[in-house]
C-alpha cells in the first residue's frame, strides 16, 4: 500500500524519504545504446534522462495502472477502461507528432543530376 505525504508517495509513512528511491536496471545492448546515444547528444547523465522519461511517462503509467486495476476488479467494465486509456494514448501521440512538426525543420530533398538517369 502507498501513503501519501503532500504529493509525495511513500511506502512507510512511519519512515520518511530523505531522498529519491534509487531502483537499479537492466537493459538490453539495444537500449543502452539508444540511452548513451541521446545522453550525448543532450549532455545529460544516464540517472538524469530516464528519470524524466519515467517522469514524463507517469499519465500513460497512471491510466494502465487503472485499467489494470479495474480489470482485476471488474473485468466487465475492462474494455471500455482500455478503450479510453487506447483513445487518449492516440490523442497524445498525435498532439506529440503535431509539436514536433512544428519545431523540426522541413526535410531538404536532393535534386537528381540529368542526364545520368538513362537506363543502362
Keep these: 500500500m502507498v501513503w501519501h505525504r503532500g504529493n509525495v508517495p511513500v511506502m512507510n509513512p512511519r519512515r520518511p524519504i530523505k ?3 534509487r531502483i537499479q536496471v537492466t537493459l538490453s545492448p539495444e537500449v543502452m545504446g539508444m540511452l548513451e546515444e541521446v ?3 543532450t549532455g545529460q547523465g544516464k ?3 530516464v528519470s524524466e522519461l ?5 499519465p500513460g503509467l497512471r491510466a494502465a ?3 489494470l486495476l479495474v480489470v482485476k476488479q471488474a473485468p466487465r467494465d475492462a474494455q471500455a477502461v482500455l478503450a479510453r486509456f487506447s483513445n487518449e494514448a492516440t490523442i497524445k501521440l498525435a498532439q506529440a ?3 514536433f512538426d512544428d519545431v523540426a525543420p522541413p526535410a531538404r530533398r536532393q535534386k537528381r543530376k540529368r542526364g545520368n538517369n538513362a537506363p543502362s
Design 47 to 49: 540517472g538524469t534522462l
Design 19 to 21: 531522498r529519491s528511491p
Design 54 to 58: 519515467m517522469t514524463g511517462a507517469m
Design 97 to 99: 507528432q503535431l509539436e
Design 39 to 41: 545522453c550525448e547528444l
Design 65 to 67: 495502472a487503472e485499467a
